[in-house]
């Protein structure tokens, strides 16, 4: 009963703080009736469960095959390993959210949420970006493939995407841990979120804004760009191949990289390149709902169906067993 008055009257809290520092946010979820989130728990855990087992079956498969210790599949592991942490950051927080059982967050919870997702999200962003660029050397520079993506240097890319993500949101989390929080203490969302913190806030938040729409565009839009110019030099390669088979074949190993970029990048400008984040906070939860549970799971799935070889070693794998 507490927990549904807090849904469905949020400015009770309006004035609990009273000029005073807030230490603790509660989280609303999805608000409605019990059974309402209920469905909603038993849909976030199902994904949660097939997106750990789906992306750790990829590393697991790409460990086990031979034929797939190559760079592409070596940033597919990445790019999975990625994805388990990502909605492990989300789903069993917001579970407890929205069966009422753990709605409050601390403040030093939230911003670590905070930095921990954007993190992983700015590493996928490189990450995506790194894979586009070796498909364009494989198909570019098909001859030349194994001597300029090389172990080392694949090693390198996949190091240098965890680092850059993680320091490129270092500054902005910090700038949003020097907000102050007088009330409400309401955030109307099943995570932290930079929307939501900036949007609670009673202090300047211009400096936080302006922080973030710097690195959106440092982090989304330059390893957007770098995607879209290594698609513009495969589809141009792909297309001057003469036979309608070399030119499957070719499409084929980049497919369903293409489908995951697309799919991506469309949530994630949508929420952060924008010059005020303060806006949207119900549409915002919908499309952090698709980008930190749904994108996790589709991956995996994208990835094999889409993909011969990683479908003949499945074939393999099972055979063998």
Known sequence: ETFLSLQTDPNTWKDKANGTSVKEFILLGFPGTWQFRVSFVVVFALMYTLTVIGNASIIALVWRSSNLHTPMYFFLCNLSFLEIWYTTGVVPKAIGVMLGTSQTISFSVCIFQLFF?????????????????????????????????NSVLSVRLALSSWLGGFLAISLLAFLTSRLTFCGPDVI????????????????????????????????????????????????SSILRIQSAHGRKKAFSTCSAHLSVVTIWYGSTIFLYVKPSAQNSLDLNKI????????????????????????KLALGRAFHNK
């Open 188 to 235: 109307n969302h099943f995570l932290c979120d930079i929307d939501s913190c900036l949007a609670l806030s009673c202090t300047d938040t211009w400096p936080v804004e302006l922080a973030t729409f710097l690195v959106s565009i440092i982090v989304v839009v330059a390893s957007c760009v770098v995607t879209l110019v290594s698609y513009m030099y495969i589809i």
């Open 117 to 149: 997702l954007l993190s992983l999200g700015s590493t996928e962003c490189f990450l995506l970006s790194v894979m586009a660029y070796d498909r364009y050397l494989a198909i570019c520079y098909p001859l030349r493939y194994s001597s300029l993506m």
């Open 287 to 310: 499309v952090n709902t698709f980008n930190t549970v749904v994108t996790p799971l589709l991956n995996p799935f994208i990835y094999t169906l889409r993909n011969q070889e990683v």
